[in-house]
C-alpha cells in the first residue's frame, strides 16, 4: 500500500523512529487501516483542503510494543488506527489547524499538546465514527508529575 489517502503516505503513517531504533514492528492490521483510513478522509484531507498547504504527520499508528516503549498507554487510540499527530508546515499556525478542526469537524478527541497559550507544539486528534464522537477538547499541560490533560476553554 502507497498511500492511506491522497495526501498521507503508508510511510508517514507507520514510520517511527523508536521503532526503528529497537526495531519495534509497526504494521496495522487492516482494521487498523480501516481506522486510519477513516481519520484521513474525515480529519486530515479536510483540514489539508482548508490549509491548502502541507501538513506534517508527526505520529499516526503506533502498536502497543511502541506505545510502551514511548511512555505511552497502550490503550492510546494510535493503537487503534484512530488518533493522529500533526504539525504545521506553512503558512497557517497549529493554532490555526486546531481551531479549524475544533469549529468545523466532528472528532473524538482534540488535544492543544503543550506549547504557549498562542499556539500548541502539535495537534493530536482522533475519529472513531458519527456516533461515537465524543467531540471532547483538551490542552496537554506539563508538570513536575508529568503531562496533565486539562479541559480546554
Not at 48 to 55: D, F, G, K, M, V
Not at 58 to 69: A, G, H, Q, T, V
Amino acid at each position: 500500500m502507497a498511500y492511506i489517502s491522497e495526501h498521507i503516505s503508508w510511510n508517514e503513517a507507520v514510520k517511527s523512529k523508536t521503532a526503528e531504533k529497537y526495531e519495534i514492528e509497526n504494521i496495522p492490521d487492516q482494521d487498523q487501516i480501516k481506522n486510519m483510513k477513516l481519520v484521513a478522509k474525515n480529519i486530515f484531507e479536510p483540514l489539508r483542503l482548508w490549509a491548502n498547504e502541507p501538513i506534517r504527520v508527526n505520529s499516526f499508528f503506533r502498536s502497543p510494543e511502541l506505545c510502551l516503549k514511548l511512555k505511552s498507554k497502550i490503550t492510546s487510540q494510535h493503537t487503534k488506527g484512530q488518533a493522529i499527530d500533526i504539525d504545521a508546515m506553512g503558512e497557517k499556525s497549529n493554532a490555526e489547524l486546531f481551531e479549524y478542526i475544533k469549529d468545523n469537524l466532528s472528532f473524538d478527541q482534540l488535544i492543544w499538546e503543550h506549547g504557549t497559550e498562542l499556539s500548541p507544539d502539535w495537534i493530536h486528534v482522533s475519529w472513531v465514527s458519527p456516533n461515537g464522537n465524543r467531540n471532547r477538547i483538551l490542552k496537554a499541560v506539563k508538570t513536575s508529575k508529568g503531562t496533565k490533560y486539562e479541559l480546554y476553554d
